[in-house]
């Protein structure tokens, strides 16, 4: 039988380095349509996309549900790591969330009714949040005037019913509101943006408006918060880009029809409405057109006497003026 071969007969070369795994990150989400939480699932490597987690957060454990698996981890966050999920939620933890959501709605109606009869105007209970160890209990309000209400004795009041509880008053804003109520859109769309898939809320203005040509009626532009609607921001971008290479409103250009005044900007189509004589309308495209004012100095230009001789005189010709060589005297 061949024995093996010895020790001095190996390569003495080191090996190399075992290199050090990735973590495992995946996306959680605590809300149906809610931000995005990165959480470090190395001790489950299983997890996958519709599975829920049990996961220990700033506002206690929680349960979430994986949406995400990363290939490659993201930056690192602030503190340097990401927190470690748990563990994989049981056929258990899902009947106790089930509870939890049960109690949210009482503890919310009990909330509504102490208000009430604390004769705090203008404060709207919007949901209750436990934590998925009841260990805190989260009330979401909103006021009218959009500003911090002190709701100290509402707070003692809820302390009553849900002792060894820590319990917390957070303001939230009118898009907020109508994310968590949910309803028909302003639009008419049978569920509204915020509530079927928007996680974050971006900044919205009114040029947003202008820029698309939309009308500056309220009733127009305002969503059913009482803001500006969430969907001005969608195609702002690409208005933008659009109008930067098409001619403004009121300017002259020269069409297959002659010559005429743009009267509209069909940004997305890279169009142009224009008014020409006899009262006529027409669309053209971008390449149809030809700025009028670019045409008439090119115009002027060319029947202009050549300024590049003395009295004016030319005999060189225009045309072919940059090839040509200035006459010198014997």
């Known amino acids: 039988m061949r024995e093996p071969p010895s020790g001095n007969n190996m390569t003495d070369s080191p090996q190399p380095a075992e290199r050090a795994q990735s973590p495992l990150i995946v996306g959680i989400r605590f809300q149906k349509i809610g931000k995005l939480y990165h959480f470090d699932a190395s001790k489950e490597p299983e997890l996958k996309p519709g599975d829920y987690a049990i996961v220990e957060t700033s506002r206690g454990v929680q349960i979430g549900q994986v949406v995400q698996r990363l290939e490659e981890p993201p930056a690192p966050p602030q503190q340097g790591t990401w927190k470690a999920i748990e563990r994989k939620a049981s056929l258990g933890d899902l009947e106790v969330h089930k509870n939890i959501q049960k109690k949210e709605v009482e503890a919310m109606i009990e909330a509504r009714a102490a208000a009430s009869k604390l004769n705090y105007r203008g404060v709207k209970i919007v949901k209750a949040e436990f934590s998925f160890d009841r260990k805190m209990l989260t009330y979401l309000y909103n006021t009218e005037e959009d500003k911090d209400v002190d709701l100290g004795r509402l707070r003692k009041e809820m302390l009553k019913l849900y002792k060894n509880t820590n319990i917390e008053m957070r303001r939230v804003g009118p898009r907020d509101v109508a994310k968590i109520l949910g309803g028909m859109g302003a639009c008419g769309l049978e569920s509204r943006c915020c509530s079927t898939f928007l996680t974050d809320f971006s900044p919205i203005s009114i040029k947003m408006a202008?820029?698309?040509?939309?009308?500056?009626?309220?009733?127009?532009?305002?969503?059913?918060?009482g803001r500006l609607r969430c969907c001005l921001i969608y195609e702002y971008e690409q208005y933008v880009e659009a109008r930067k290479t098409l001619p403004k409103r009121g300017k002259e250009v020269q069409t297959p029809l002659g010559r005429g005044k743009v009267v509209d900007v069909v940004p997305l189509k890279q169009a142009v409405l224009v008014s020409l004589p006899e009262g006529k309308r027409a669309e053209f495209l971008k390449h149809e057109i030809e700025p009028w004012d670019?045409?008439?100095?090119?115009?002027?230009?060319?029947?202009?006497?050549c300024d590049r001789h003395e009295n004016g005189g030319c005999d060189c010709g225009k045309a072919n003026y940059s090839t040509a060589q200035p006459k010198t005297d014997d």
């Open 210 to 225: 202008k820029a698309q040509g939309i009308s500056l009626d309220p009733g127009e532009i305002t969503g059913m918060c």
């Open 294 to 305: 670019e045409l008439e100095a090119l115009r002027r230009k060319s029947e202009a006497p």
